[in-house]
């Protein structure tokens, strides 16, 4: 299911399939990044993320959901280092190797979930990018208290949410996933102990919401 969620999130570039070419089409990881690379609406959120994100030198940055680790490597030059948690092992591989070709030493890949991060050390900011959203397709608003919960625990100042989300009513209902409210989100965030301080808009199906402590 989180394959198939992946492959519809930038669904303008999926051809439609037949339940027998996509059993047999894997979707990979480079192709994930190509077309990360030409969603304009993935790349606005991306850019609206690394320049609003308040992140300091010499911060230690979580990032949930992962993936290939885009968000991750970009934010490397910003702060002190990234944590990379994800629960799709070849991808957190892939997310290593393209450290490794970029030659980013303080970037580290891992297994770790929304509600058991596997982190140890003290984390400034958490950041989710076009993650948090699958708790929510998932299991609906449980879920993704559950994992924001599970986010809240590690105790950072900020969390930045930029992720898929509905700011409005739910024109489009498809079978592939359900997107949280924003509200909800927010909401979610207020509850676990967090002000928010910006809610950006970036489509109405994406958008960023900065909490802070
Ligand atoms: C659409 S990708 C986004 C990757 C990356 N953050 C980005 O902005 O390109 C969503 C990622 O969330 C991960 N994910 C889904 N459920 C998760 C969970 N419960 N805990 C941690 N990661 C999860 C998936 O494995 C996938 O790599």
Redesign the pocket.
């Known amino acids: 299911m989180?394959l198939e969620?992946?492959m519809f999130?930038h669904s303008q570039f999926v051809v439609p399939m037949t339940d027998t070419e996509r059993e047999y089409h894997g979707y990979t990881p480079m192709d994930?990044d190509a077309d990360?690379d030409a969603d304009e609406v993935?790349q606005r959120c991306?850019s609206y993320l690394l320049t609003h994100a308040p992140i300091e030198r010499g911060d230690t940055v979580v990032?949930?959901?992962?993936?290939?680790?885009?968000?991750a490597l970009e934010l490397a030059s910003k702060c002190d280092h990234v944590v990379g948690?994800?629960?799709?092992d070849e991808?957190l591989r892939y997310a290593r190797e393209k450290a490794e070709q970029r030659g980013i030493e303080n970037v580290s890949f891992g297994h770790?979930?929304?509600?058991e991060p596997n982190i140890d050390e003290p984390v400034d900011i958490v950041i989710?990018?076009?993650?948090l959203y699958?708790?929510y397709d998932?299991g609906g608003e449980d879920e993704l208290r559950a994992?924001i919960d599970g986010l809240s625990s590690l105790n950072s100042r900020c969390v930045v949410v930029?992720d898929k989300m509905r700011f409005g009513p739910m024109h489009y209902p498809n079978d592939y996933e359900t997107l949280p409210p924003m509200g909800t989100v927010a909401n979610l965030l207020v509850d676990a102990g967090f002000s928010l301080t910006d809610i950006e808009i970036i489509s109405e199906s994406v958008g960023v919401i900065i909490a802070t402590r």
Not at 63 to 71: A, K, N
Not at 85 to 88: A, G, S, V
Not at 128 to 131: L, P
């Open positions: 989180i969620t992946l999130q994930y990360s993935y991306l990032d949930i959901g992962t993936g290939t680790g885009i968000v948690r994800d629960i799709y991808w770790g979930s929304f509600r989710a990018s076009y993650a699958m708790a998932e994992a930029a």
